[in-house]
């Protein structure tokens, strides 16, 4: 099992002791520390006393061997000690911590008896979850995720109503404990993981402050991929002759993974995305992003494009995440498009190619996300967009992965149209068997006859409307963009993504307003799926969306009759129609897309400054959306 996704296998990476770790650092030799499973034995849960509630919960979803942090770890934590967990992300670390931790509990009292720091939001909700799914055997537990950016009401009243686990950001949790919502004399087991993203986030204070609020007699746990001296700080100043534990990183990406990369600005890469899945012989992909808006609405305009696809981060439920990735086991869903939170875990036989669509921050993230790909002994693809100014990026990759990594060539939309035609032309052997087409040749011959046409020629434009290609026109950049060359002004563009400003309304289109913003909950997909099916479009008909506020701007091919525009505003996103009506411009009279009312844009791609967990100004992260 990987740390946030609790239904996939257990068994991931090698154990090794840190031989690089400093000297100053709790070490791994106490006396008490669980004796390491040889590197030739397959542990079992046989092997760990787990309460038989979290036994019988482990057996229910199908786990059958521990990862070699949670062999290590659990016995541990169940015999009380404290434990340093140095590994990676994807090695089990969730069910580590969690699975002890729920064994300390009482449920039959009503109060906070144990707290899980995490750095963000969406690990915070995916490490609850977890942690909910080993609980459901055990009856009147509850457990509570706090974060920034969601209503402090429902947070509130599920602590009143003595929740017993709290997983959160820590500054959510400090909020909480200034309103006297939460309090932390009665916790059992503290639990830091990522604890280095943590201190690197500019969390160190919060969680000092916080630790020194619970008893001296509980018990911590801390898991961090790295052991800068701020970690082991926290260690000494907070545990008890810790017990390290220590997983060897993945040092190379699997060999049966063909890895290419492409240099492409910004402002082309959901185009040349689009080309790149219409034209792979894959099963089912994965593309990687880096926040959940961008998650949303490239999975959105890969809909538009007529692709299967879904996205997922760390705001979807559990349930909803599960449904999705059946999907994607059943062959019901091509494209998945996911944070590298939310695709922790996931293990899908069918996925035969991995999209980077922008490089990853660590080389650890570039192998993890690679290894979703070239599974089960198949082959897979990973493809990693790069901007014309990110070479060094590529250059730590491969020097982490020690692997060289090929350029790619983008495929254009001739390619495409030839790839999608191939397909069917695939098929034709097997439908002149079927039989039944005296109806289509009485109808060619007597057009042909008509009109004089070649028959070849008529073959020709049936075939290019199969493919959705019109024919000669003006298309946009991102459409045309191959790779083969860049142009001054895209250079600069790589990695700002769109201009500011709202921006002309695309040729060919119209832009509208409706009624329902942001803070109806309004979103990408919900707006699509309104305006195709009452307007009676396809999402190839929906362009560019901007949601504001208490409004949102759509542009749609064309331009709307009365019937469609009296049917799509009776439509209701987020419980409020949306009353559909031709954008005017900035107070009545200008470009569409501009602001309206003072109101600022939520516009993906050109995201304001967002405020940490602590209300602080971020600015690593100035201009990136809160995520």
Do not use: C
Request: no cysteine; aromatic share 4%; proline share 6%.
């Amino acid at each position: 099992m990987t740390d946030t996704a609790p239904a996939q296998n257990l068994v991931s990476g090698a154990e090794t002791r840190d031989p690089d770790a400093p000297a100053s650092a709790p070490e791994a030799t106490a006396p008490a520390e669980p004796a390491a499973q040889p590197a030739e034995a397959e542990p079992s849960f046989d092997d760990i006393d787990l309460p038989a509630p979290l036994r019988r919960a482990v057996d229910e979803l199908g786990f059958t061997r521990p990862s070699a942090i949670q062999s290590r770890a659990i016995p541990a934590l169940l015999a009380g000690r404290d434990v340093i967990g140095v590994a990676q992300t994807g090695t089990g670390k969730t069910a580590a911590f969690g699975l002890p931790l729920l064994a300390a509990i009482d449920p039959d009292l009503r109060e906070v008896q144990s707290l899980v720091l995490a750095p963000t939001r969406e690990l915070a909700m995916q490490v609850a979850d977890a942690i909910s799914s080993f609980a459901t055997a055990i009856g009147g537990l509850d457990v509570l995720a706090v974060y920034g950016g969601s209503p402090y009401g429902p947070q509130e009243r599920a602590l009143a109503r003595g929740a017993q686990v709290v997983v959160g950001t820590p500054g959510r949790v400090m909020d909480h404990m200034r309103r006297t919502n939460l309090r932390l004399d009665t916790i059992r087991v503290a639990v830091l993981d990522e604890a280095d993203e943590m201190l690197r986030m500019g969390f160190a204070e919060d969680v000092e402050e916080i630790l020194s609020h619970t008893p001296t007699s509980r018990q911590v746990a801390l898991f961090s991929a790295t052991m800068p001296s701020a970690i082991q700080k926290v260690a000494q100043d907070h545990m008890k002759d810790p017990v390290r534990v220590s997983v060897s990183p993945q040092s190379s990406t699997v060999k049966s993974v063909h890895q290419t990369y492409a240099v492409v600005p910004f402002k082309h890469r959901t185009g040349a995305l689009a080309r790149v899945l219409a034209t792979s012989e894959a099963e089912a992909a994965i593309v990687f992003v880096r926040t959940r808006a961008a998650a949303e609405e490239i999975g959105t305009a890969l809909l538009s494009r007529g692709l299967i696809a879904a996205s997922i981060s760390g705001d979807v439920p559990q349930k909803e995440r599960e449904k999705i990735v059946e999907r994607l086991r059943d062959g019901s869903l091509q494209v998945l498009v996911a944070t590298d939170v939310a695709a922790r875990g996931l293990d899908v036989e069918r996925i035969g190619l991995v999209v980077n669509f922008d490089v990853p921050r660590e080389p650890e993230a570039y192998v993890h996300r690679v290894g979703r790909t070239g599974r089960a002994g198949r082959s897979g693809e990973a493809l990693t967009f790069i901007g014309p100014h990110e070479r060094r990026a590529l250059k730590n990759i491969e020097r982490a992965t020690k692997q060289t990594l090929e350029e790619a060539v983008i495929p254009s939309p001739r390619d495409v149209s030839k790839h999608r035609l191939a397909a069917l032309l695939t098929k034709v052997p097997e439908r002149i068997e079927r039989g039944r087409l005296e109806l289509y040749r009485e109808l060619i011959s007597e057009f042909v006859a008509e009109n004089d046409i070649d028959p070849l020629e008529l073959a020709a434009v049936l075939g290019a409307m199969t493919v959705g290609d019109d024919g000669p026109g003006t298309p946009t950049e991102d459409e045309e963009f191959t790779g083969a060359t860049l142009k001054n002004d895209d250079r600069g563009q790589a990695e700002r993504g769109p201009r500011g400003g709202g921006g002309q309304t695309e040729r060919g289109y119209t832009s509208y307003r409706i009624g329902v913003g942001h803070t109806h909950g309004a979103r990408p997909p919900g707006i699509v799926g309104a305006i195709t099916g009452e307007g009676g479009l396809n999402g190839k008909d929906v362009g560019k969306i901007q949601i504001f506020p208490s409004f949102a701007l759509v542009q749609i091919r064309g331009s709307l009759d009365e019937e469609q525009k009296a049917r799509i505003s009776k439509a209701k996103v987020g419980g409020r129609s949306l009353r559909i009506s031709e954008d005017q411009g900035p107070r009545g009279g200008g470009q569409g897309g501009g602001r309206r009312d003072g109101e600022r844009p939520w516009r993906r791609g050109n995201e304001r400054p967002r405020r940490d967990e602590g209300g602080r100004f971020d600015a690593k992260r100035k201009g990136a959306r809160h995520s």
